[in-house]
């Protein structure tokens, strides 16, 4: 019995319909990118294990997908070894490379490795498929396209303000109006982690803080808890749970919470000065929002944090998000060298330009006329005019076989090409072209010369 084709959970097959929109997307996003100054690199799928392991938290690692060595990859596992069952004893023997998580930590160690040809402060832009070993649900896959630009080589908070400018003219470009960029500083959750004497278990506490829109207070709480964190350090945290108003009334609500903390007051100083320029600039259909929940539980973030969510009324994960990372190449020989960078969504992008119809009708720019095949003779006929009609810029096409017009018409159907031409023997010794208008039936024949003009 033959076996019944299927693909793996959390991966999609792509119709041409569907490659067209992804692919606006991300000419979308890489023509903004460009006009922002970013130049586009690219790095292996996989990478050394030991490139992306420790990189991300607990809950990250457990994420990667890793590779089984080629050959006999049980070799290098004694009988001692295989009858302790550790993971983390076999992987190390077994797998060496891992499909990469994203991509920033591939970047990092991609400046690091060729620092020596790179201008810093160094702007790249990537666009490429990452892989996570997570549970598959609506706009979450794994196996998923990320676009990232990245800044590294330079400390300055306008490389902050220009990545929400970015967000911004991105979605503005793609017509997705109303989305909210959230911001957060990890400096500010320092403060706060120390503020509650739980400076020791500000992983456990930021990872906790960071469900908060997912599970709720009560559920965030019990985490905490459960990794340690003292009921009188929770109970100082209430405040932030309900903390409202404007970004200018959140700052002053958090100079109170942080007034002892000097990393956290360095935060608020971070969050009050990316403010206040993105103020005076304006957002053309963006919205910049404080969240001081807003954790992104991974290691490497070290001051200002983004997110963005759809417009309202929208049920979608977040659409993008980033943020600044002052020590992520020291872990590969390069200290000091801060860098800051943002990610776009494509899958979840699409799925939210899909639910608000807002992609451009023209989108799918197929095949616009085929011709119908009657025979060699003929077939050589049209396959000349077909020649001319590409050098055109129109998209054109002969039908392979010589088979039954209605078959070749229903195809036209099918593909949704809006146009057929016939030529047969009297076309042919006329030299014009017999042109079907396949929505109304409408019928007319041009020469050469009009027929282009009229497809073009």
Known sequence: MAQKPSIPKGT???????????????????????????????????ENS??????????????IFKILNSGDYLKKINEDDYNLKSESVMTPKISEKALRYDLTVPFARYVVQ??????????RYQIQPVWRADRPQKGRFREFYQCDADVVGSKSL??????????????TALN??????????????????????????????????????????????????????????????????????????????????????????????????????????????????????????????TGSIFEVAAPEGVKMGSIGGGGRYDDLTSIFGKPDTSGVGISFGLDR????????????????DATKVLFINFGDKEAMACLK?????????VKAELYPDATKMKKQMTYANKREIP??????????????????????GEQQTLDLQALVKFLN
């Open 50 to 63: 030991e490139t992306l392991m420790g990189k991300y938290g607990d809950e990250g690692d457990r994420l």
């Open 419 to 440: 146009y057929v031409v016939l030529v047969g023997e009297q076309e042919i010794e006329s030299g014009l072209f017999a042109l079907k208008t396949m929505e109304t």
């Open 349 to 364: 992008i699409y799925l939210v330009l899909e639910e608000l119809n807002l992609f451009p009708e023209t989108i799918a």
């Open 176 to 301: 997705l109006k109303g989305v909210t960029i959230k911001i957060n500083n990890r400096k500010i959750l320092s403060g706060i982690a120390e503020v509650i004497g739980a400076q020791d278990k500000l992983i456990d506490f930021t990872v906790a803080l960071d469900k908060l829109d997912k599970i709720g207070e009560e559920k965030v709480k019990e985490e905490m808890r459960s990794k340690g964190i003292s009921d009188d350090g929770i109970t100082k945290l209430h405040p932030l749970f309900s903390l409202g108003g404007d970004f200018a009334n959140q700052v002053e609500s958090l100079k109170s919470i942080l007034g002892s903390s000097e990393i956290g007051l360095k935060g608020i100083g971070e969050l009050e000065f990316i403010d206040t320029a993105i103020s005076n600039l304006g957002l053309k259909t963006a919205n910049l929002q404080l969240d001081v929940t807003l954790a992104r539980g991974l290691n490497y973030y």
């Open 158 to 171: 306008l490389q902050e303000v220009e990545f929400i400018q970015l967000y911004d003219a991105v979605f």
């Open 114 to 123: 060729h620092q020596n040809e790179i201008a810093f402060p160094f702007k």
């Open 12 to 46: 999609r097959d792509f119709n041409a319909v569907e490659v067209a929109k992804r692919s606006y997307i991300m000419e979308t996003i890489k023509e903004q990118f460009q006009l922002y100054g970013f130049q586009p690199i690219e790095t292996p799928s996989f």
């Open 385 to 393: 005019a077909v020649s001319k009609l590409r050098e055109a810029g």
